[in-house]
């Protein structure tokens, strides 16, 4: 954090990491286009993971966590934040010093602080997926998290792939120095269009904690789990992977939903996760079949 | 004699694992190499290696063996399986004795070879925890993708392959401050290498390091660090370098509860807390980094300050939010709580608990007010399962709750009870004092054991799940360490019966069961049915019923207390004697017979008599087993012999005189007055023949040797002695 003032502004710091990782062979994608908790779920992470051919991407994925909306309150927690996500199967040799060189390219120096991978074993019981991996810290701050797939959708992978998140918001605060999400530079622009993180999402923030625990209606999000689910159901019958897996991501989020919304009980909780598992169980198969027959 | 290396360099192993692997890998050279003689067998265990080094043979020793095969006049099919089953060939075998021989000469084997084979193979099968693969790897797995394997032979590698990884002899350093490889050429060498290359490859250097080193920096600032090995150890296994250095932590956070802010930095940051010259908690934290920055810390330190203080802000935040309300106002929360299925939810428990806590106050002598009070805090004792902080840092429970009583104008006895609740968590917890907060400590783990074992969740030899051994024991050291007289079985009774209110079908199915066991376990009982369909049994410490599955619960708890005793090195023997005398509950009173038993049966008087009372129940076992028992009162008139007359008045003064000690519970004296016996005893021995050739004679003094028997009896059961 030597000179913050001229660390990098919040998209500088995505546009930083588009382009080290198109420099590793990384295809650049767009965050998909539906409601997710996590960039895990995008179909580049999940169903690409599966299956024998190479893949490499990176991209930003929107991460919607309804349960963790402050209505813009708290400096830390937002319901609605920036996950930068880089898929490689197989994982390369080299996973852990690329990672490391992408720290550098956005003005972390591993001789100056103190870079750390501490053991984390990931799981997501959504996505039947586990693997094991580290978070990464930086003097003390978790800046990312690093996974070795061993399984997703319930299937052992074919060949694993390495996965890191990089949370963009935490991170930006780090290399800006600042204590306040809301306070970042979000671009560097001079007089009326320098705008801060907060420009951007504060009032989005509020707008959706007061829909996520408030006002969203339980019986309509019920009703479209129970849709998707049949949906999903259905696609799958055809051999439609990507098609059924949108239905699954949908019956995710919505579930987030009702959680935040206090109407699922701890013993429907578990029930709910996995009907969403079966899903993403039914969908990989699915994918993984084609992935083999069309070669 | 030959120098054996081997190292194995992968990405991070998980600081917990580290040196169990380590252990395994010299278990494994031992094992694999053993036809090596290894000897000198040291490994290591770090964040990014495991090795080992040994010294063994340079090579396998050449061996003869005989293999005997079938007999010559066998059927030709024994000789050629004989022949497959060795891959030998006809000409080989020589004929000896009517058998066919196979004479086995194993030349000499070089080391290398037996490391490259057998022991690279039992490498391949390494038992992490939990092991990965990788994109390189194929099926091999290993804790995190293996990098390199370094293995040498008196400095020469020895070539194998370990899943993708092929042997040599390179190594790397430090990963930031000396990227790169270097050549291994010797153990010696590499560690020293290794330290040029700001590794410490050793746990307990590093360890020890760590200790002088955080010591030193919070010495800069006039601080002690409070003391912590589990956490010493976790980050002895994150660094290969440490540098420890001090951190600030903000002044206004000073202002959380101690025990919130140290668990934070200790869980989330694995930072050291500090105190001042008076052990007070002090606004820094110790940590340890794995680097020594180019700008000398000063970055590493600043961004960990941060890091902390939005951490605390965090539980500042829990803080305030909690304490907006009053600790019983989350009563109703706990409704939501689950405590387990078939025994309802954490408000039921609650609701037990309060009651419990109240009998036991009553039962140890308190007055209302302090029974109420002790009531008041069972009742409250798990509101704070729903507060927020707890729901963060479940750790805090029971003490969270105290704070939160306090803040809610509880009283300092009541935050104080609902504290110290849980404990003791381990034997060498701290025990809760004073009648409330014991009352409620004790009434939380007996409500625990009485539920678990009515739904018949009992733990087994290797699963205790509900944790029910600890629970015991807590109830043990609570009584002991308070000196408490607690009527154990009473207690018990009113919180099983309080259990199957609440699950009397679950109760119903497992009456015959108990009954059966307290009938097994020769309980004096008068088993039956009471009206309400459960069984109940006599207490006979109280003369009261008692429902038929407190006798179980109240042994599981004796049996931890045998354990305890165990593990004291006191004789466990001994309790068993005074246990099956006095069908005691009383815990404390049970020791201490236990500890006055133990101290006679030291003492040259008490082994004497111990043995006097064996030779008497051997006379009596082998003439009851003629024309016995051989029980009733001894007639005067029949003691001929002055040593039996003797012997008849000393048994009567010592009894009286037991009886009256033992209703003083003054056991020592009681004891003491045994040795009284030991020179009628010894002089009947040696001058009155027991089997006189009078039949009346000979029944006189075997009664007179049952009413020893029966007297020493008072005091323990002396046939339950060993040794």
């Known amino acids: 954090?030597?000179?913050?003032?001229?660390?990098?502004?919040?998209?500088?710091?995505?546009?930083?990491?588009?382009?080290?990782?198109?420099?590793?062979?990384?295809?650049?994608?767009?965050?998909?286009?539906?409601?997710?908790?996590?960039?895990?779920?995008?179909?580049?992470?999940?169903?690409?993971?599966?299956?024998?051919?190479?893949?490499?991407?990176?991209?930003?994925?929107?991460?919607?966590?309804?349960?963790?909306?402050?209505?813009?309150?708290?400096?830390?927690?937002?319901?609605?934040?920036?996950?930068?996500?880089?898929?490689?199967?197989?994982?390369?040799?080299?996973?852990?010093?690329?990672?490391?060189?992408?720290?550098?390219?956005?003005?972390?120096?591993?001789?100056?602080?103190?870079?750390?991978?501490?053991?984390?074993?990931?799981?997501?019981?959504?996505?039947?997926?586990?693997?094991?991996?580290?978070?990464?810290?930086?003097?003390?701050?978790?800046?990312?998290?690093?996974?070795?797939?061993?399984?997703?959708?319930?299937?052992?992978?074919?060949?694993?792939?390495?996965?890191?998140?990089?949370?963009?918001?935490?991170?930006?605060?780090?290399?800006?120095?600042?204590?306040?999400?809301?306070?970042?530079?979000?671009?560097?622009?001079?007089?009326?269009?320098?705008?801060?993180?907060?420009?951007?999402?504060?009032?989005?923030?509020?707008?959706?904690?007061?829909?996520?625990?408030?006002?969203?209606?339980?019986?309509?999000?019920?009703?479209?789990?129970g849709d998707a689910e049949r949906?999903?159901?259905?696609?799958?019958?055809?051999?439609?992977?990507?098609?059924?897996?949108?239905?699954?991501?949908?019956?995710?989020?919505?579930?987030?939903?009702?959680?935040?919304?206090?109407?699922?009980?701890?013993?429907?909780?578990?029930?709910?996760?996995?009907?969403?598992?079966?899903?993403?169980?039914?969908?990989?198969?699915?994918?993984v079949a084609g992935e083999t027959d069309h070669g | 004699m030959a120098e054996f290396f081997l190292e194995l360099f992968s990405e991070e192993i998980p600081a917990r694992m580290q040196q169990a692997a380590a252990e395994q890998l010299a278990k494994l050279v031992g094992a694999q190499l053993a036809p090596l003689s290894p000897r000198d067998v040291r490994s290591f265990g770090a964040a990014r290696r495991i090795a080992v080094t040994a010294t063994i043979a340079a090579e396998v020793p050449a061996s003869a063996s005989e293999l005997r095969g079938p007999k010559l006049a066998a059927p030709p099919q024994a000789l050629e399986g004989f022949l497959r089953k060795n891959g030998a060939v006809r000409e080989e075998l020589v004929e000896e004795d009517g058998y066919f021989l196979l004479r086995l000469n194993l030349p000499s084997r070089p080391a290398g070879e037996l490391i490259a084979g057998e022991f690279a193979q039992a490498l391949a099968g390494f038992g992490w925890p939990k092991s990965m693969r990788w994109g390189q790897s194929g099926a091999f797995t290993w804790v995190r993708p293996l990098r390199r394997v370094v293995c040498l032979l008196d400095g020469t590698v020895v070539p194998f392959t370990l899943g993708p990884v092929a042997s040599?002899?390179?190594?790397?350093?430090?990963?930031?401050?000396?990227?790169?490889?270097?050549?291994?050429?010797?153990?010696?060498?590499?560690?020293?290498?290794?330290?040029?290359?700001?590794?410490?490859?050793?746990?307990?250097?590093?360890?020890?390091?760590?200790?002088?080193?955080?010591?030193?920096?919070?010495?800069?600032?006039?601080?002690?660090?409070?003391?912590?090995?589990?956490?010493?150890?976790?980050?002895?296994?994150?660094?290969?370098?440490?540098?420890?250095?001090?951190?600030?932590?903000?002044?206004?956070?000073?202002?959380?509860?101690?025990?919130?802010?140290?668990?934070?930095?200790?869980?989330?940051?694995?930072?050291?807390?500090?105190?001042?010259?008076?052990?007070?908690?002090?606004?820094?934290?110790?940590?340890?980094?794995?680097?020594a920055a180019n700008d000398g810390g000063a970055a590493i330190i600043a961004g960990n300050e941060r890091v902390l203080r939005a951490r605390l802000a965090d539980a500042e935040h829990f803080w305030a939010q909690d304490r907006k309300q009053r600790l019983d106002s989350w009563l109703p929360k706990l409704d939501a709580v689950t405590f387990h299925a078939k025994l309802g939810t954490q408000h039921a428990r609650a609701g037990r608990i309060e009651a419990l806590a109240r009998e036991i106050a009553r039962a140890l002598g308190a007055d209302q007010a302090a029974a109420d009070a002790a009531a008041r805090a069972g009742r409250l004792c798990k509101a704070d399962l729903v507060s927020g902080m707890v729901g963060e840092f479940p750790e805090l429970q029971g003490i969270m709750g105290g704070y939160y009583a306090a803040s809610s104008g509880e009283g300092e006895a009541i935050a104080a009870a609902i504290r110290t609740h849980y404990q003791p968590k381990g034997p060498s917890d701290e025990v809760p004092s004073g009648v409330i907060a014991a009352a409620v400590a004790l009434a939380d783990k007996i409500d625990t054991l009485a539920g678990f074992f009515v739904i018949g969740e009992k733990p087994t030899g290797s699963g205790d799940p509900y944790a029910l051994r600890r629970a015991a024991l807590g109830v043990i050291r609570i009584v002991l360490v308070n000196r408490f007289a607690l009527p154990l079985r009473q207690i018990l009774d009113v919180a099983v019966e309080r259990i199957s209110e609440s699950s009397f079908e679950a109760a119903e199915k497992t009456t015959d069961k108990a009954i059966a066991y307290a009938q097994s376990q020769n309980v004096p009982v008068g088993a039956r049915l009471s009206a309400r369909g459960r069984g109940t049994v006599l207490d006979p410490a109280s003369g009261k019923q008692i429902n038929s599955r407190v006798p179980e619960i109240f042994d599981f708890i004796i049996d931890r207390l045998r354990v305890l005793l165990r593990s004291e090195g006191k004789r466990f023997d001994v309790l068993n004697a005074v246990l099956d005398t006095a069908w005691d509950d009383d815990l404390t009173r049970l020791i201490a017979r236990t500890e006055a038993l133990g101290a006679f049966l030291a003492s040259e008087d008490g082994a004497n008599l111990l043995a006097a009372y064996r030779r008497s129940a051997n006379i009596l076992r082998i003439e009851d087993a003629k024309d016995g028992p051989h029980e009733g009162t001894i007639d005067p008139g029949l003691l001929a012999e002055a040593a039996e007359i003797a012997l008849a008045d000393a048994l009567e003064a010592v009894d009286r005189e037991a009886v009256r000690r033992l209703t003083d519970e003054d056991f020592a004296a009681a004891m003491r007055g045994f040795a009284a016996l030991r020179a009628p005893v010894d002089a009947f021995f040696d001058h009155v023949t027991v089997n006189a050739t009078s039949a009346e004679l000979r029944r006189n003094r075997l009664r007179l040797l049952a009413r020893l028997r029966d007297v020493m009896h008072r005091v323990a059961d002396f046939s339950k002695l060993e040794g």
């Open chain 1, 1 to 225: 954090m030597q000179d913050q003032k001229h660390a990098l502004s919040f998209q500088d710091i995505i546009l930083a990491l588009h382009r080290f990782w198109a420099r590793q062979g990384c295809v650049i994608l767009q965050p998909y286009d539906m409601e997710m908790g996590a960039g895990t779920f995008h179909p580049a992470t999940t169903l690409r993971s599966l299956g024998p051919k190479p893949w490499a991407a990176a991209y930003v994925q929107p991460s919607r966590r309804p349960s963790d909306g402050r209505y813009g309150e708290n400096p830390n927690r937002l319901q609605h934040y920036y996950q930068y996500q880089v898929i490689m199967k197989p994982s390369p040799a080299d996973a852990q010093e690329l990672l490391l060189a992408s720290y550098r390219e956005i003005g972390l120096d591993p001789l100056r602080h103190d870079f750390r991978f501490v053991e984390d074993d990931w799981e997501s019981p959504t996505l039947g997926a586990w693997g094991l991996g580290w978070e990464i810290w930086c003097d003390g701050m978790e800046v990312g998290q690093f996974t070795y797939f061993q399984q997703v959708g319930g299937i052992a992978v074919d060949v694993p792939s390495f996965e890191m998140t990089y949370g963009l918001e935490r991170l930006a605060m780090y290399v800006q120095g600042v204590e306040n999400v809301y306070s970042l530079r979000f671009n560097d622009a001079e007089g009326p269009h320098a705008l801060s993180y907060g420009d951007v999402f504060l009032r989005a923030e509020k707008d959706y904690s007061a829909h996520n625990f408030e006002v969203a209606d339980t019986a309509m999000l019920m009703r479209h789990f």
């Open chain 1, 231 to 287: 949906e999903c159901g259905a696609l799958v019958a055809r051999g439609l992977a990507q098609p059924a897996y949108d239905q699954c991501i949908k019956a995710s989020h919505l579930f987030n939903l009702l959680d935040a919304r206090g109407v699922i009980s701890v013993t429907e909780r578990a029930a709910y996760i996995g009907r969403v598992r079966t899903l993403a169980k039914a969908c990989a198969e699915v994918w």
């Open chain 2, 168 to 291: 040599g002899d390179e190594s790397e350093g430090h990963r930031f401050l000396t990227p790169g490889a270097f050549r291994v050429r010797s153990a010696a060498q590499w560690q020293e290498e290794l330290r040029a290359r700001f590794v410490i490859v050793d746990a307990d250097e590093r360890r020890e390091r760590i200790r002088a080193g955080l010591r030193a920096a919070a010495g800069e600032k006039g601080l002690g660090v409070a003391e912590d090995a589990g956490l010493l150890d976790e980050v002895a296994g994150l660094v290969e370098w440490p540098v420890c250095l001090i951190g600030a932590i903000d002044p206004g956070q000073m202002a959380l509860p101690p025990e919130v802010r140290e668990l934070s930095m200790k869980v989330n940051q694995r930072y050291f807390a500090t105190r001042d010259a008076a052990g007070n908690p002090a606004p820094y934290f110790a940590f340890v980094a794995n680097i």
